[in-house]
């Protein structure tokens, strides 16, 4: 289980709700992506620091933030990192939000 005030202040950010919600459906929102299937390997940071308008740095630390929260995934392929919706770690930290609020 996750800290879950990690896990808020995860979520306290426009950009990273953006993330978490682009990553729902990445066909739709990255099929731009030439390196794989953004649904099997995941979303390239610098296509999702594309879409913030936001520099890969910037990115990458939402997107650590996120990780670190379980609320995302990352795939390492070579140097690159491909990021996806962790949907286990998200059901569960829905769930404790319902059992808790």
Request: glycine share 4%; net charge neutral; aromatic share 6%.
């Amino acid at each position: 289980m996750s800290d879950r005030i990690e896990q808020t202040k995860a979520l306290a950010s426009e950009a990273r709700m953006k993330v978490l919600d682009w990553l729902k459906e990445p066909l739709r929102h990255f099929s731009h992506q030439e390196t794989g299937d953004p649904a099997e390997i995941g979303v390239c940071v610098t296509l999702i620091a594309d879409k913030l308008g936001m520099s890969q740095p910037t990115v990458s630390r939402h997107l650590e933030l996120l990780r670190r929260a379980d609320l995302v995934e990352v795939n390492r392929i070579g140097r690159w990192s491909f990021f996806s919706r962790n949907e286990a770690g998200l059901s569960d930290y829905r769930n404790w939000l319902h059992d808790n609020l």
